[in-house]
């Protein structure tokens, strides 16, 4: 079965950065259409923070912007989340997400926490 398994998240300082990463197995991973990581604040709805395709097209919320980068490692079965310049507003439970064949497959989650 597809699982998908986060990590690298904590506590970090204003202006600090953090590398999550998410391992994905169950699956051959040329079959992964899209990769994404999702983050939800408390008391707030679930958002998209960055995304790439197969072909390595990205696309980014606008509050992230320049500060966060995504990747996918093929040879590893990974997809990245780089975060640079990180604000107290990131501050989040960060989701890796991924589509295979029209259906959509979550991991559990990691906590992202930035202090003034």
């Known amino acids: 079965q597809v699982q998908l398994v986060e990590s690298g998240g904590g506590l970090v300082q204003t202006g600090m950065s953090l590398r999550l990463s998410c391992a994905v197995s169950?699956?051959?991973?040329?079959?992964?259409?899209?990769m994404g990581w999702y983050r939800q604040a408390p008391g707030k709805q679930r958002e998209l923070v960055a995304a790439i395709t197969t072909g390595g097209g990205t696309n980014y919320a606008d509050s992230v912007k320049g500060r966060f980068t995504i990747s996918r490692d093929n040879a590893k079965n990974t997809v990245n989340l780089e975060m640079n310049s990180l604000k107290p507003e990131d501050t989040a439970v960060y989701y890796c997400?991924?589509?295979?064949?029209?259906?959509?497959?979550w991991g559990q989650g990691t906590q992202v926490t930035v202090s003034p």
């Open positions: 169950g699956t051959i991973f040329s079959y992964i259409t899209v």
């Open positions: 997400a991924i589509r295979r064949f029209a259906r959509d497959y």
